[in-house]
């Protein structure tokens, strides 16, 4: 039987540290600002409030812009960007959004415009991460054991697959592997093969690309690259 090789698992956590973000195990870094607006949720379909006129300056397009980034609690494509911050569209959102980030960056903000899982989020530093969690009085932690992030490296490479495949490669069952995976939102059915029985293919989810810090899968690392990077990573 083909297995996964051992270091996938870990070079899939320790990913996450090139991107900028803690890897699994440790608090994902999402703390942009613990101060947040409840009564408006930027995350549900429809139009932007029209509670003032709004003026059509560079200055205005980019207060919008950072005021509905500062209240997303999850990454917005430039699209809806544009569409809740009153732009005229997604290349505008991107133009103000590379400005936001060079005026954070020269300021040395503790926040950052990050993007991530096919879109942009506002997060502080990862230099912060521990402060923050300090702060906060240690926030609950996303741990995976070693089989389960072995079975997630598994899923993220050969996605869609099947369970029958995933255990063929690793040796072993993983159904309750991959039910816990499914609870944590790292993985979920994508579809039905059309081998006998229609088995379920499992994918992973977009809360995947968070906790690794990847814009998308493209970003993940070569199966046959992982040896080299871990081998650099040791030396």
Known sequence: MRRIPPTLGEQLSSSALRYGHPPVGTERNRQSVSARLPSVDVSREGEAPHDTEQTDSPEEKLARLEAVL??????????KLA???????????????????G??????SALQVVEIAGGFQLLTRPQLADWIRRLHGGPEQLRLS??????????????????????????????????????????????????????????????????????????????????????????
């Open 103 to 108: 005026r954070y960056d020269r300021r040395d």
């Open 146 to 235: 070693a089989p389960a992030l072995e079975t997630l490296s598994v899923v993220a490479y050969r996605q869609p697959v099947i369970r029958a495949e995933i255990e063929a490669i690793r040796g072993v069952q993983c159904g309750e592997i991959l039910r816990v995976l499914m609870e944590r939102d790292l993985l979920r059915i994508v579809g039905r093969a059309e081998d006998l029985g229609r088995p379920f293919l499992y994918g992973t989810t977009k809360n995947f690309l968070q906790v690794f810090g990847f814009r998308r899968l493209e970003q993940m690392p070569p199966i046959d690259q992982i040896g080299k990077i871990e081998g650099n990573r040791a030396g």
């Open 83 to 101: 569409k809740l911050a009153q732009l005229d569209d997604g290349t505008q959102a991107r133009t103000l959004l590379k400005e936001l980030s």
């Open 70 to 79: 500062f209240l997303a609690r999850e990454p917005l494509s430039t699209r």
